[in-house]
């Protein structure tokens, strides 16, 4: 790199020479100068110098660094900067404003820099603590939105640090008044089970439900749902086959006998829908049948939802067909997804005209068939060549205002044979 020639460079290197240390000014005004002529790795030099000389970095230094590295990439050296300055004495912390501190956080979080993003938050702790000794005090709060996707940057690169440090920020910005929104407790539950801390994960699990106990039973459906919300725990569950699936079992049925005892029927649903997923038909059921009888719980719809998953899974289209019936005749209502898997479990034994009768009573039910769905008996409709089927899911697309899109060739092949029926 060609080097520039600068006054106070030259003032600087002058008082090396001459055994005079140069003040903290001078210093800053070097490093502004180099910052804004792209001149970054003789930047970070000198505020190596700046460091070891026992100053501490202006904010107006650090904002220009900061914006620096932004704009060529270099969020690794920022990273570095930040660490070179911790090491300073705490009682000078740096603080940079409080919207640079957002501005760091979602440039980190759009470039899954966990690093980052943990120290533009620990930024933010020491607005709040300042914010709370000051007088009159200033209660700042970090944005939920901005803690669900830290949350899930943290998950994503696996760093328990950044997991950590989002939820104790969370839980001091509400400063005990409020409950963390569900998105909150969702993406922990997330973090935690990708980092495979299950016990961790079932423990928020459980406070989530604390949480909303008195929530309204559509909400509930669907915050505690393992085929949505909950499914990253399922997952976890599972990961490790029936080795896991056994262990949190095992792990719920302790705590059902602890004072006070833990008894969920979404962490039972979890793993009922984690047996399904590894193909286990029977532990699948035997977890279903101890919610009742081990546990004194009783099965909502997302339990027989799972038991249903499992025995369309393992063909077993007859045993799916009575665990619907039979939660009909207890007089729970089934939702869009207990048809959704009647109509998979049909068309694993290719029976499409039996997937139709259960569309037709999903929508005499109130729901909508999903565009999905419809392709998926399309599809077995043009194996098994069932040309009267195939028009009925037609008739549903436009019903529904649909679009069906080709299946390119299966599509060619079917309508070349209908022609050549029909000509």
């Not at 700042?140 to 920020?169: M, Q």
């Not at 005749?329 to 499409?352: C, E, F, M, Q, T």
Request: aromatic fraction near 10%; glycine fraction near 4%; hydrophobic fraction near 40%.
């Amino acid at each position: 790199m060609k080097w520039i020639k600068i006054p106070c460079i030259r003032m600087i290197q002058s008082g090396k020479e001459s055994k005079s240390a140069p003040d903290e000014e001078s210093y800053h005004m070097v490093v502004l100068l180099l910052l804004n002529r792209n001149h970054i790795d003789a930047a970070l030099k000198y505020i190596d110098l700046t460091l070891k000389s026992g100053y501490m970095l202006s904010v107006e230094v650090f904002t220009d660094c900061a914006h620096s590295c932004v704009k060529t990439g270099r969020l690794d050296t920022l990273v570095s900067i930040i660490e070179r300055c911790k090491k300073m004495d705490q009682n000078k912390a740096l603080c940079p404003p409080w919207n640079l501190c957002n501005y760091i956080i979602d440039v980190a979080m759009q470039a899954d820099n966990s690093e980052l993003a943990f120290y533009g938050l620990e930024f933010m702790a020491r607005w709040i603590a300042r914010g709370e000794i000051a007088r009159p005090p200033v209660f700042l709060s970090v944005d939920e939105g901005l803690v669900v996707n830290a949350l899930t940057t943290a998950a994503r690169n696996y760093n328990s640090k950044l997991l950590d440090g989002t939820w104790a920020i969370l839980k001091r910005s509400l400063r005990q008044k409020k409950v963390p929104s569900p998105e909150s407790y969702l993406a922990k539950i997330f973090a935690h089970s990708s980092l495979g801390n299950l016990q961790k994960a079932f423990s928020t699990l459980h406070e989530f439900e604390i949480s909303y106990k008195d929530s309204t039973k559509e909400a509930e459906e669907d915050m505690f749902s393992p085929f949505t919300t909950l499914y990253p725990l399922v997952v976890a569950c599972s990961k490790n086959g029936f080795a896991t699936l056994d262990a949190v079992y095992y792990q719920l049925e302790n705590l059902s006998r602890a004072d006070p005892p833990y008894k969920s029927v979404a962490a039972l649903n979890c793993v009922i829908l984690g047996c399904a997923n590894i193909w286990d038909v029977d532990r699948a059921y035997q977890t279903f049948s101890a919610m009742e009888t081990s546990f004194g719980l009783t099965p909502d719809i997302h339990s027989y939802n799972a038991l249903l998953c499992a025995f369309g899974k393992l063909h077993k289209r007859d045993e799916a067909v009575k665990v619907f019936e039979h939660l009909v005749s207890l007089g729970v209502k089934p939702n869009a997804k207990s048809y959704a898997l009647l109509v998979d479990a049909h068309l694993i034994k290719r029976d499409p005209k039996a997937a139709l009768s259960t569309i037709n009573d999903m929508v005499v039910a109130g729901f909508k068939p999903t565009k999905e769905i419809l392709k998926k008996v399309r599809r077995r409709c043009v194996r098994e060549m069932d040309y009267e089927s195939n028009d009925k899911v037609d008739t549903l697309a436009r019903e529904f205002k649909i679009r069906l899109t080709s299946e390119n060739r299966r599509d060619m092949l079917f309508n070349l044979e209908f022609s050549t029926q029909y000509v």
